[in-house]
């Protein structure tokens, strides 16, 4: 087989077969076809596309490529969940403990925050002490055990999805939906789970913008899923503003607390208890999503979820007084109010730039080498709706660096729209896919 004739094919509009994508992949990973190459292959993908078998094919090789989880030693049916990225997105943090508590195996492996977005891994790493590279014994062992561990995923899970996503980065080849559903379900079948749920974000704060291509990038990983043989259903959902009312490392954990205490923000626990009641009803754990809701309701009611939370930190090394206090978690000193400008309803924010601020005062990374603020953020007052009046505080910055706090500010005024009229409401939740 050769590389080009491969290119040319997939130029004229032809699908690959199986076996020439599992040629390409595992010679791409062996450093055998060069990335021009397949930067060529990438581009001819993005103008031709690829059919439901050709991009459950590339699921696969890039699956093959590297390790794969084996959770057999895990009783019970392990669910998963993966959100596609947002800004104060910390699910995570509250449905992971929270599902576990009602005795749902929850063997998860996450990533760091890059550009705009969070990282769950980076938010845990806010308790002092708790670790996030387990070996495969002690994650195992955990999951029997109290029903939780959250690792950071390693470099050995499909390794030929990190360099083809490093490639596709560098050549405007992100956004095309096989491509994206193959890079994110390689990864979700690596994790070895039975059951995974979709949070799809849609909106201004997430890479797809529009909700018709995030629908169809969710019914696609639905697909590759089911017939991976996996337990699957998806949630589109809104980033068009922040999920909730921090964004930052501390921040975030701080306000994840408080959700599983019952006080978490509407938006919030919305997207937390339909994520919830498909992890419950796929794993069998509920019969329907009433009965599934019901009883997360009752996890965070009688703090059984909190505790949850706090043994996992304690298991991982992390000091569980943390999360019954957490005003010992660190938060930067410097404060600062970013007040409105105009009279009249908050109508849209700028979802991007706001992560993009928190990036520059130091909670995010510009690369992945960079090294992150844990302790900075901001807090928000008034969102899309709020009716304001001018002067009223609409955010806190928290800060350590004066100059990094002005840049941070500005960005987040210009972020902020006004109209006179209230807005039309919209839903959290934008679409379910469970067929
Ligand atoms: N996240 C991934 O892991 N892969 C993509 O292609 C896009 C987002």
Known sequence: MRMYDLIEKKKNGNPLSTEEIRWMIDGYTREAIPDYQMAAM??????????????????????????????????????????????????????????????????????RGLGHTGGTIDKLECFPGFRTELSMEEFSRNVNRIKIAIAGQTAALAPADKKLYALRDVTATVSQISLIASSIMSKKLACG????????????????????????LAKEMVKIGRTAGKKMAAIVTDM?????????????????????????????????????QYMLTL??????????????????????????????????????????????????????????????????????DIGTACMILGGGRETKQSVIDLSVGIEFKKKTNSPVRRGDTLAYLYFNDEKKGAQAKAIIEQAYHYSADMPEKTNTIRAVITE
Do not use: W
């Open 193 to 216: 789970s039975d059951a995974v749920v979709l949070d799809v974000k849609t909106g201004n704060g997430a890479f797809m913008k529009q909700e018709a291509k995030a629908v169809l």
């Open 42 to 111: 990438l581009m001819a993908v993005c103008f031709c596309g690829m059919n439901a078998r050709e991009t459950y094919d590339l699921t696969l090789s890039m699956r093959d490529s590297g390790e794969i989880m084996d959770l057999s030693n895990i009783d019970g049916v392990k669910v998963d969940k993966h959100s596609t990225g947002g800004v104060g997105d910390k699910t995570t943090l509250i449905l992971a403990p929270l599902v576990a508590s009602l005795g749902v195996p929850v063997a998860k492996m996450s990533g």
């Open 283 to 352: 794993s069998g754990y509920a019969a329907n999503t009433d009965e599934a809701k019901e009883k997360l309701k009752n996890a965070i009611g009688t703090g059984k979820a909190l505790d949850k939370l706090a043994e996992l930190v304690e298991a991982q090394g992390g000091d569980r007084a943390f999360v019954y206090d957490p005003s010992k978690l660190a938060v930067a000193k410097k404060k600062l109010a970013v007040t409105a400008k105009e009279n009249g309803y908050i109508s849209g924010m700028d979802t991007q």
């Open 240 to 276: 068009s503003q922040p999920l909730g009312n921090m964004v930052g490392n501390s921040l975030e954990v701080i306000e994840a607390i408080e959700a599983l205490k019952g006080n978490g923000p509407k938006d919030l626990m919305d997207d937390v208890y339909a994520l919830g």
